[in-house]
Nanobody, 122 residues
């Protein structure tokens, strides 16, 4: 059974940076596409970006392009979300997700982490 555990959230001032990590266990990591989502208070969960199993292909939603970067270290079974130039509207719980299929991870991933809170103060 796949398990995902996020870490790295916290409180940061606007303009600052955070790096979130998500450790994967239970299966062969490089066979899974990974994605990051977020859910702000009172809003639906939204997709932010994804990365292929090899790490060679990434895709980002427009609201994070140029500010957030997804990467992975397959030797460490970990995917990262580097967030720069953070804004108060980035405040949310951030979730990582995994799926065997790259095309499915952004819509209906099979596996979810518990989330980590990111709060950006103005």
């Amino acid at each position: 059974q796949v398990q995902l555990r996020e870490s790295g959230g916290g409180l940061v001032q606007a303009g600052g940076s955070l790096r979130l990590s998500c450790v994967f266990s239970g299966r062969t990591f490089n066979l899974y596409a990974m994605a990051w989502f977020r859910q702000a208070p009172g809003k639906e969960r939204e997709f932010a970006g994804q990365i292929s199993g090899s790490g060679n292909i990434t895709y980002y939603k427009d609201f994070v392009k140029g500010r957030f970067t997804i990467s992975r270290d397959n030797a460490k079974n970990t995917v990262y979300l580097q967030m720069n130039n953070l804004k108060p509207e980035d405040t949310a719980v951030y979730f990582c997700a995994a799926d065997e299929l790259y095309v499915r991870v952004r819509d209906r991933p099979n596996y979810w982490g518990q989330g980590t809170q990111v709060t950006v103060s103005s």
